[in-house]
């Protein structure tokens, strides 16, 4: 499949907007299928139609309507994973899943409206997002060491529909030159299209010798949280809804991405790396490539989210908030990229270079 298809056939869903759900519908729902009841508020999303339902106990629950043309098999593996990781005894915090009354992981219903739809419903996990409170390192050694157990935890799962198509496999980051086209004229264009240029041509080669896995694929500063009185310990972890079978590498890399930023972003990137490492030791081949990925994923957060920015203008703000930081990332750590021979990286990240 060339890169071209790749995205044509990525296409429908990344443009398809989410479910039109109202609160009172999903409260409904819930009511109805779940037996919770409590106040709605509506959650941000690209792609699914969120909501947090909570009671007057104080308990909540988030449900999540299921975009319509995501596949039956992907909105049953995000459900089954939830169950899976319950019964692997994670020292993680995770979202534990409800079932309908009647023992459905997905439910099918219609709402008030008439339309049918599919949906999730979990718990809701309390605490502040990352993307609360400035970065530091003791913020990159927690998501290291989190990213790690997130490895060790999804290490025993497995579902057909990880080895869906999703743009943001960075491993199918070539799928995305065609969207090259679309940055105006700058230096971040000619950086974006020479990197992907390198990537096909010398890093996806190298791809099928890396550690494979099912992975979370998104460990944004969004989807990790500050569990109530562990601020600097374990983070817990949401939204599964990206995963997919994957390089062990690509789930370090993607977090990373998110914790980079400031005056030094190469030395950022150690401290992630080496709180992984304690969990989940890096192979030499994971990091001589590490650079290659985290700069993947930059790209994917600089061109995917302009795409669909210009299709859902409405929702810029939300799908937007981290494309700037990427292009900045991507300015200051494209020369070290370029230079990336002269530095062993398995010793530069476990702190024994000379």
Same mark, same amino acid.
């Given at each position: 499949m060339t890169p071209v298809s790749l995205l044509d056939e990525a296409r429908p869903l990344f443009e398809t907007p989410p479910p039109a759900v109202t609160e009172d519908e999903a409260a +409904?729902?819930?009511?109805?299928? &779940?037996?919770?009841?409590?106040?709605?508020?509506?959650?941000?999303?690209?792609?699914?139609?969120?909501?947090?339902?909570? $009671?007057?106990?104080?308990?909540?629950v988030v449900f999540k309507v299921i975009n319509p043309?995501?596949?039956?098999?992907?909105?049953?593996?995000?459900?089954?994973? =939830?169950?899976?990781?319950?019964?692997?005894? $994670?020292? =993680?915090?995770?979202?534990?899943?409800?079932?309908?009354?009647?023992?459905?992981?997905?439910?099918? /219903?219609?709402? +008030? $409206?008439?339309?049918?739809?599919?949906a999730r419903c979990y718990s809701y996990l309390p605490g502040e997002p990352l993307s609360v409170r400035p970065?530091?390192? /003791?913020?990159?050694?927690?998501?290291?060491?989190? !990213?790690?157990?997130?490895?060790?935890?999804? +290490?025993?799962?497995?579902?057909? /529909?990880?080895?869906?198509?999703?743009?943001?496999?960075?491993?199918?980051?070539?799928? =995305? =030159?065609?969207l090259v086209g679309g940055l105006p004229p700058s230096v971040t264009r000619d950086q974006v299209s020479a990197f992907l240029d390198h990537f096909v041509t010398a890093v996806a080669p190298r791809i099928p010798?890396?550690?494979?896995?099912?992975?979370?694929?998104?460990?944004s500063r969004s989807n990790l949280l500050f569990p109530p009185g562990a601020p600097t310990g374990l983070l817990s972890v949401v939204d599964f809804g990206d995963m997919i079978h994957a390089?062990?590498? $690509?789930?370090?890399?993607?977090?990373?991405? &998110?914790?980079?930023?400031?005056?030094?972003?190469?030395w950022n990137l150690r401290v992630v790396a080496a709180a992984f490492d304690t969990v989940m030791p890096l192979l030499p081949e994971e990091c001589d490539l590490l650079l290659d990925f985290v700069? !993947?994923?930059l790209m994917g957060r600089i061109l995917i989210t302009r795409w669909r920015a210009d299709l859902f203008p409405e929702n810029r703000d939300y799908i937007l908030r981290s494309s700037q930081e990427a292009q900045a990332l991507l300015n200051t750590l494209f020369p070290v990229w370029k230079n990336r021979a002269d530095i062993n990286w398995p010793a530069f990240y476990r702190g024994e270079e000379e």
């Open positions: +409904a729902l819930v009511a109805a299928h &779940y037996r919770v009841t409590g106040t709605v508020r509506r959650l941000t999303g690209e792609r699914d139609a969120n909501f947090v339902i909570t $009671s007057a106990a104080g308990g909540a043309l995501e596949p039956d098999a992907e909105a049953e593996m995000q459900a089954q994973v =939830l169950d899976a990781l319950a019964a692997h005894g $994670s020292p =993680l915090t995770l979202p534990v899943a409800r079932h309908t009354v009647d023992g459905q992981t997905v439910l099918r /219903a219609e709402t +008030a $409206s008439g339309l049918a739809i599919r970065v530091d390192d /003791a913020q990159r050694r927690a998501v290291g060491r989190t !990213a790690g157990h997130v490895i060790q935890a999804l +290490a025993g799962f497995d579902h057909p /529909a990880a080895r869906r198509l999703n743009l943001w496999d960075l491993c199918k980051i070539g799928a =995305l =030159l065609p010798g890396l550690r494979h896995q099912v992975i979370h694929n998104d460990l390089p062990v590498l $690509s789930e370090l890399a993607v977090a990373a991405s &998110y914790q980079i930023a400031g005056e030094d972003p190469l700069l !993947a994923r």
